[in-house]
């Protein structure tokens, strides 16, 4: 097709091993856009949104976008979609990397996983030719060795998605990871690949991406990226320092938690955890995804110590998460535990964040040190890594672990010490001090997340306006916003990180064009409101949890910095957004928008 | 008075430190001036806009936490407890 779509979808039935292909549903890709709205939209025409997530009725989807593998900026992008088992929720997670190109390149837009196989396989794509074949031989292995065994059966030139022994075992919060080190990476999605005894993806193409209308978009493919290198966070600061440089502003404004928030959120020593410091000491070099300028990714090296390592990473959140969450200052064992992460494929936030709660449970004398094996306390490095390297290999206290922070709490009798929302664990950032990303971790659809609605970029960087913190005043019509416009990039394709620098007339003037599509800014962005609409739908029917926070940052005062004396003003909040969203005052999408969205005769 | 400073603002070009105590100056337009005078030219460009009279776009500057413009903006008053963090705009997530 020539409308930066391939017009085919694949999909795969793992009990009878049968392998079609079939044409896109158009109009669902008009009216969803790609990627996480796509996805979405297939998961819900064909799914009942009380399915077990881990019975073979849950489907796996992978889902690229019209602009992923394309001349667009940081087009590396596909999603993963299916129902969470860590959260109930619609579970959509994004990567990047070059496997959602590859995926289109070979002909197709994505994958519709149905059941489960009996015994390991492994989707190999060399364009035309698609089989299922044995994977015996890699089930246990992890990530890397995963990916190095597909290499030389297959070829050096596959691109590979896999899932590691962690997946297998049932850990809840595994991810798919691609090209060894990216990973769709949240709520579980890994976790139900390998409850579908599917290993990996194995993918070759040699064909291309065909757009609408090319002259104009490749004209606004370079100004998109002329923008991108003329903005000071684009263009360099995020090159030359990672995400972890949001370590020491987060930290300045009192907002980066610590040891699982019970201490506040501003940690003495955050310099030593540091954008700065991992530039300084450790960072081997940089690495971008497909057709990305911006390339924020690390390659780090911890040379020597107990902690001594090599991988990609970390992120700013996963810094936060072994790292001031754990009360641990130790740069050396935070790179280790995330190296740890991306070799078993398992996400670093709830990871770090489950290791924070069990070390309060502990210190407070709920969770026995007989089940752990070793004492568990804040600020204890090597503890740290050993609790995350057994949750890895899935032995131990690491099962109970594997579970999230969640079920661990309630295990132990206090589920309000997990710093979760919809039993996904909150990132980073203190809703306390930052008042507008409590109410995104409140609202987001796939439970504690901050890359639904990036409320961090106004109220703290002043990226694109300023906002105060600390007051509540327009924070929910904002970050309805910046919903819509997240869920619109990532059903395209491109990478979040660019709306640093770009936004709305970017984004939408690369589709458009790439599409052949004429319609306005307003109603492209409708589409992302589309899709969190539909998002908020399947939660309603799944049965998901209101929308709140921890009781913690409810209630419990901030004890120091800047933000001292503040909780969250939820319920000033909520109301509003729920307004702004013209959904109930129970949170629910009304009719009229329905009627307004065009969603009203949809299945769900 | 402690001026903490972050990202590329810590390499020589500009402050060349991490940190550094001084006594208290009038307001953050006078620290500005005061640093722009020790570190040079660089610096300046990137404390200031243009035309002196306010902060430089690619700015963040923290009084305590909070960011200048919540405060006084560049008129915000200083005195000796204060800890000012100077950093350069940045993002991530
Ligand atoms: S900004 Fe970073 S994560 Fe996004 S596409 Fe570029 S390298 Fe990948």
Same mark, same amino acid.
């Given at each position: 097709?020539?409308?930066?779509?391939?017009?085919?979808?694949?999909?795969?039935?793992?009990?009878?091993?049968?392998?079609?292909?079939?044409?896109?549903?158009?109009?669902?890709?008009?009216?969803?856009?790609?990627?996480?709205?796509?996805?979405?939209?297939?998961?819900?025409?064909?799914?009942?949104?009380?399915?077990?997530?881990?019975?073979?009725?849950?489907?796996?989807?992978?889902?690229?976008?019209?602009?992923?593998?394309?001349?667009?900026?940081?087009?590396?992008?596909?999603?993963?979609?299916?129902?969470?088992?860590?959260?109930?929720?619609?579970?959509?997670?994004?990567?990047?990397?070059?496997?959602?190109?590859?995926?289109?390149?070979?002909?197709?837009?994505?994958?519709?996983?149905?059941?489960?196989?009996?015994?390991?396989?492994?989707?190999?794509?060399?364009?035309?030719?698609?089989?299922?074949?044995?994977?015996?031989?890699?089930?246990?292995?992890?990530?890397?060795?995963?990916?190095?065994?597909?290499?030389?059966?297959?070829?050096?030139?596959?691109?590979?998605?896999?899932?590691?022994?962690?997946?297998?075992?049932?850990?809840?919060?595994?991810?798919?990871?691609?090209?060894?080190?990216?990973?769709?990476?949240?709520?579980?999605?890994?976790?139900?690949?390998?409850?579908?005894?599917?290993?990996?993806?194995?993918?070759?193409?040699?064909?291309?991406?065909?757009?609408?209308?090319?002259?104009?978009?490749?004209?606004?493919?370079?100004?998109?990226?002329?923008?991108?290198?003329?903005?000071?966070?684009?263009?360099?600061?995020?090159?030359? @320092?990672?995400?972890?440089?949001?370590?020491?502003?987060?930290?300045?404004?009192?907002?980066?938690?610590?040891?699982?928030?019970?201490?506040?959120?501003?940690?003495?020593?955050? +310099?030593?955890?540091?954008?700065?410091?991992?530039?300084?000491?450790?960072?081997?070099?940089?690495?971008?995804?497909?057709?990305?300028?911006?390339?924020?990714?690390?390659?780090?090296?911890?040379?020597?110590?107990?902690?001594?390592?090599?991988?990609?990473?970390?992120?700013?959140?996963?810094?936060?998460?072994?790292?001031?969450?754990?009360?641990?200052?130790?740069?050396?064992?935070?790179?280790?535990?995330?190296?740890?992460?991306?070799?078993?494929?398992?996400?670093?936030?709830?990871?770090?964040?489950?290791?924070?709660?069990?070390?309060?449970?502990?210190?407070?004398? @709920?969770?026995?040190?007989? +089940?752990?094996?070793?004492?568990?306390?804040?600020?204890?490095?090597?503890?740290?890594?050993?609790?995350?390297?057994?949750?890895?290999?899935?032995?131990?206290?690491?099962?109970?672990?594997?579970?999230?922070?969640?079920?661990?709490?309630?295990?132990?009798?206090?589920?309000?010490?997990?710093?979760?929302?919809?039993?996904?664990?909150?990132?980073?950032?203190?809703?306390?001090?930052?008042?507008?990303?409590?109410?995104? @971790?409140?609202?987001?659809?796939?439970?504690?997340?901050?890359?639904?609605?990036?409320?961090?970029?106004?109220?703290?960087?002043?990226?694109?306006?300023?906002?105060?913190?600390?007051?509540?005043?327009?924070?929910?019509?904002?970050?309805?916003?910046?919903?819509?416009?997240?869920?619109?990039?990532?059903?395209?394709?491109?990478?979040?990180?660019?709306?640093?620098?770009?936004?709305?007339?970017?984004?939408?003037?690369?589709?458009?064009?790439?599409?052949?599509?004429?319609?306005?800014?307003?109603?492209?962005?409708?589409?992302?409101?589309?899709?969190?609409?539909?998002?908020?739908?399947?939660?309603?029917?799944?049965?998901?949890?209101? +929308?709140?926070?921890?009781?913690?940052?409810?209630?419990?005062?901030?004890?120091?910095?800047?933000?001292?004396?503040?909780?969250?003003?939820?319920?000033?909040?909520?109301?509003? @957004?729920?307004?702004?969203?013209?959904?109930?005052?129970?949170?629910?999408?009304?009719?009229?928008?329905?009627?307004?969205?065009?969603?009203?005769?949809?299945?769900? | 008075?402690?001026?903490?400073?972050?990202?590329?603002?810590?390499?020589?070009?500009?402050?060349?430190?991490?940190?550094?105590?001084?006594?208290?100056?009038?307001? $953050?337009?006078?620290?500005?001036?005061? $640093?722009?005078?020790?570190?040079?030219?660089?610096?300046?460009?990137?404390?200031?806009?243009?035309?002196?009279?306010?902060?430089?776009?690619?700015?963040?500057?923290?009084?305590?936490?909070?960011?200048?413009?919540?405060?006084?903006?560049?008129?915000?008053?200083?005195?000796?407890?204060?800890?000012? $963090?100077?950093?350069?705009?940045?993002?991530?997530?």
């Amino acid at each position: 097709m020539k409308n930066g779509y391939i017009g085919k979808i694949l999909r795969v039935d793992l009990k009878t091993g049968s392998i079609k292909t079939e044409p896109l549903n158009q109009k669902s890709a008009s009216d969803y856009v790609g990627a996480r709205g796509l996805g979405t939209k297939y998961f819900c025409d064909e799914c009942d949104p009380k399915v077990d997530p881990l019975s073979p009725e849950n489907k796996l989807i992978i889902m690229t976008g019209p602009l992923t593998g394309t001349a667009a900026t940081s087009s590396g992008r596909y999603n993963a979609v299916a129902k969470s088992p860590l959260t109930g929720t619609i579970g959509a997670a994004n990567s990047g990397g070059h496997f959602g190109p590859e995926l289109k390149y070979a002909g197709y837009d994505g994958i519709i996983f149905e059941n489960a196989s009996e015994k390991p396989v492994y989707l190999y794509i060399n364009d035309s030719q698609v089989e299922l074949r044995d994977a015996s031989h890699l089930w246990g292995k992890d990530v890397y060795e995963t990916t190095d065994l597909l290499n030389e059966e297959c070829g050096e030139t596959f691109r590979i998605a896999c899932v590691s022994a962690a997946a297998e075992e049932g850990n809840l919060f595994a991810g798919i990871m691609n090209d060894k080190h990216r990973a769709a990476g949240r709520g579980g999605i890994g976790t139900v690949m390998g409850s579908k005894k599917l290993k990996a993806i194995a993918v070759k193409g040699t064909g291309s991406v065909e757009v609408a209308r090319p002259q104009p978009f490749f004209h606004e493919c370079i100004s998109a990226r002329e923008k991108l290198a003329a903005h000071p966070v684009t263009g360099a600061g995020l090159s030359a @320092y990672g995400t972890m440089i949001l370590v020491n502003i987060v930290n300045g404004v009192g907002g980066l938690p610590v040891n699982n928030g019970s201490a506040g959120s501003l940690f003495d020593t955050a +310099d030593s955890i540091s954008g700065e410091e991992l530039a300084a000491k450790h960072l081997l070099k940089n690495k971008g995804c497909f057709g990305c300028s911006i390339g924020c990714g690390r390659v780090a090296e911890i040379k020597e110590g107990a902690f001594k390592s090599r991988g990609e990473g970390p992120e700013y959140e996963a810094g936060w998460s072994f790292g001031a969450d754990c009360g641990i200052d130790d740069l050396g064992a935070v790179c280790n535990a995330n190296f740890l992460c991306n070799q078993y494929g398992i996400d670093p936030i709830t990871m770090g964040a489950t290791i924070a709660c069990a070390m309060e449970l502990y210190e407070k004398g @709920y969770l026995p040190e007989e +089940d752990i094996g070793f004492p568990l306390r804040f600020g204890d490095a090597a503890a740290m890594v050993k609790a995350c390297e057994l949750t890895c290999k899935m032995e131990g206290f690491g099962k109970i672990l594997g579970l999230g922070s969640y079920r661990m709490a309630e295990k132990y009798g206090h589920p309000e010490l997990s710093m979760s929302v919809k039993k996904q664990e909150m990132p980073a950032y203190d809703g306390r001090a930052i008042q507008g990303i409590g109410l995104e @971790y409140a609202t987001s659809n796939r439970g504690g997340c901050h890359v639904r609605g990036y409320m961090i970029s106004p109220e703290v960087l002043g990226i694109p306006m300023q906002m105060d913190p600390l007051v509540t005043k327009d924070k929910p019509a904002t970050l309805k916003l910046f919903q819509d416009l997240t869920a619109l990039c990532d059903a395209t394709g491109i990478c979040l990180f660019t709306t640093f620098g770009i936004g709305l007339p970017e984004i939408a003037g690369m589709y458009r064009e790439a599409v052949g599509s004429d319609e306005s800014d307003a109603e492209i962005l409708l589409k992302g409101e589309r899709i969190w609409n539909l998002e908020k739908r399947f939660n309603i029917a799944a049965g998901v949890e209101k +929308d709140t926070l921890p009781p913690r940052l409810l209630r419990e005062k901030l004890p120091n910095g800047p933000a001292e004396g503040q909780v969250n003003e939820l319920h000033t909040m909520l109301a509003e @957004y729920y307004a702004a969203r013209g959904w109930d005052a129970e949170g629910v999408p009304t009719e009229a928008k329905m009627q307004e969205l065009g969603m009203a005769s949809d299945r769900l | 008075m402690k001026v903490k400073f972050f990202a590329y603002v810590r390499d020589k070009e500009y402050a060349g430190c991490r940190e550094i105590s001084r006594p208290a100056c009038e307001d $953050l337009k006078t620290l500005g001036e005061e $640093l722009s005078e020790a570190y040079g030219e660089r610096f300046r460009h990137f404390y200031f806009s243009p035309d002196g009279e306010n902060f430089g776009k690619e700015l963040i500057i923290l009084v305590n936490g909070r960011r200048a413009e919540f405060l006084d903006g560049i008129h915000t008053k200083l005195k000796d407890s204060d800890t000012v $963090l100077i950093f350069p705009v940045v993002a991530g997530g």
